[in-house]
């Protein structure tokens, strides 16, 4: 046993490549319950104090008592044991915790794997946290967070300014943030603060810009609009932002943050209430939000962001949901109904060209699309996770590598980086760097375990790595979240390469996962 395994059990735990297998079938932790069960490993049996864990598993950071309580509550669960009738994990009433039978022959006492803080950006750099909903009504957050959504996409524009992707900065939503802690977590230098009150056809907006190493205040307003401005408003604070960066920035520069907006205010509301239904992307998740965006398109049939959320919908409903034809159909029509007027929108641009690489196979439209959003914003993140897989499956591994890289630096904390993670598992995969492939196939499963297409990436690399009694569980992970995967299906939509896809093919006939219906 190497100097980073530990054994407990039928457990063993590998700190070194963050991995837990049961008797060699991999258990999937979520981070922070990985940390916790490494200090725990490492102390050797002896009681770790709640205090301990909070300064070895979120150093320097303030966190309720409740944060440990859930992640052990998670980690309980998938060592299998109840509170009242441990086997290893036991509570110290009061004091902490212990983890009993663990073995190995040096003990890490270290936090594993710690990522170091991201250094500052050489040049200016944001941050964009979530607005705080001052309507006393919990079901307007989602416009709150829209504010500073808009906000974000709008300051994105801007090629010299560093901004951290929305999911990142959304992290420390409902939370009391130190900004200098929040700037070196994210290594920026800016945050900027706000709140939102909405209040029948009015709309008050507060906002202030920190800079993070000295905590002082550099501009700050308030706003009180009819709820119809509040797209000017959003601009204005993004101007006004931009200034006090850059005192001398030309004017021109100014006017990138100004972009097409829909005209209806209840279409723009419905496509904010139906996003966080098409982050799941399973066909189940996924649903709620197609009704939602065929009423905004209603509302405004020539809505570019509504279109290509919707194409995205149907690629999901597609791909996973058993290859309707009409579901393809309508992928394609709205991704090409979302470029008509999609201008300068590097998200709604990077949308479309995602589904018409995997829908309607065409790499050269598709990759020009990519090309185009981030030649508008270079650090656009959707454009960038999402051209990642799109390369990886074309056989680009290098540059997919180079655009997934780039996601995971700009957006540290996302969520949606499970994306960013099956474009390096691609790359690696086909590069034959099959222990790269595995760790971050593992990560894609850890950010989004309810999406059956990471277990796949996982199947080939646990294969490439000749662990196949793991890859055999990884299988059944795909076919447990869709019952109708074979890799025939598959092919329809990432089998543009045949090369590539082949390979993938291979492993996972090896792995047990059925060739056709």
């Known amino acids: 046993m190497s100097q980073d395994e530990v054994s407990f059990g039928r457990f063993r735990l590998d700190l070194h490549r963050r991995t837990l297998t049961c008797e060699g079938a991999p258990v999937v932790l979520k981070n922070k319950a990985f940390d916790i069960l490494a200090v725990l490993a490492s102390a050797r049996g ?101 504010v500073a959504e808009d906000i974000i996409t709008g300051l994105s524009r801007i090629k010299w300014l560093f901004v951290i992707a929305r999911n990142s900065s959304f992290i420390y939503k409902g939370k009391a943030v130190d900004v200098r802690q929040v700037g070196c977590d994210l290594g920026v230098r800016y945050a900027l603060e706000g709140s939102v009150r909405k209040s029948g056809d009015r709309v008050r907006i507060a906002a202030q810009l920190i800079e993070t ?67 799941k992307l399973m066909p189940a998740g996924s649903a709620p939000a197609i009704p939602l965006l065929q009423k905004a398109l209603a509302l405004e049939p020539d809505y570019s962001l509504a279109h290509a959320t919707l194409a995205w919908c149907f690629h999901i409903r597609f791909g996973r949901g058993g290859l309707d034809a009409e579901d393809r159909r309508s992928a394609i029509h709205h991704a090409h109904a979302a470029l008509s007027g999609a201008g300068d929108d590097a998200t709604t641009l990077a949308i479309s060209a995602f589904v018409i690489w995997f829908e309607e196979h065409d790499m050269a439209m598709a990759f020009d699309l990519f090309d185009r ?84 990436y996982l199947t080939a690399a646990l294969i490439g790595l000749g662990r196949h009694q793991e890859a055999r569980i990884a299988a059944r992970s795909v076919l447990k979240l869709d019952p109708k995967f074979t890799i025939n299906r598959f092919s329809v939509t990432v089998g543009v390469n045949p090369e590539v896809f082949s390979a993938f093919a291979h492993a996972w006939r090896e792995a047990g996962l059925p060739e056709s219906e």
Not at 70 to 91: I, N, Y
Request: proline share 5%.
């Open 373 to 456: 959003a981030l030649s508008i914003s270079s650090l656009n993140f959707v454009a960038l996770c999402t051209s990642a897989v799109a390369l990886a499956w074309s056989g680009k591994c290098e540059l997919a590598i180079e655009r997934a890289r780039q996601a995971l630096k700009l957006s540290p904390f996302d969520s949606m980086n499970h994306l960013s993670y099956q474009g390096l598992a691609g790359a690696y995969f086909q590069l034959g760097r099959h222990a790269e492939a595995y760790e971050v196939a593992r990560r894609a499963v850890e950010l989004n375990p309810g999406f059956s297409v990471p277990y796949a």
């Open 46 to 146: 002896k009681l770790v104090t709640k205090d301990e864990l909070m300064a070895k598993v979120w150093p320097g950071l303030v966190v309720e008592e409740s944060n440990i309580q859930v992640h052990v509550s998670v980690l309980r669960k998938a060592l299998g044991e109840e509170r009242d009738q441990p086997v290893h994990l036991f509570t110290v009433s009061g004091r902490g915790y212990r983890l009993v039978g663990a073995t190995a022959s040096t003990m890490n006492t270290s936090k594993p794997d710690a990522v170091a803080a991201p250094a500052f950006s050489d040049r200016p750099s944001i941050v964009v946290l979530p607005f705080t909903n001052m309507s006393g009504d919990p079901e307007q957050d989602y416009f709150a967070d829209g």
């Open 213 to 279: 190493q000295s905590a002082l205040q550099v501009w700050a307003e308030r706003y009180d609009r009819r709820l119809g401005d509040i797209f000017d408003v959003q601009d204005e604070i993004a101007m006004s932002v931009i200034s006090a960066i850059e005192p001398g920035l030309r004017r021109i520069e100014l006017a990138r943050i100004q972009r097409k907006r829909p005209d209806s205010l209840d279409a723009y509301d419905l496509v904010l209430q139906a996003l966080p239904f098409v982050y």
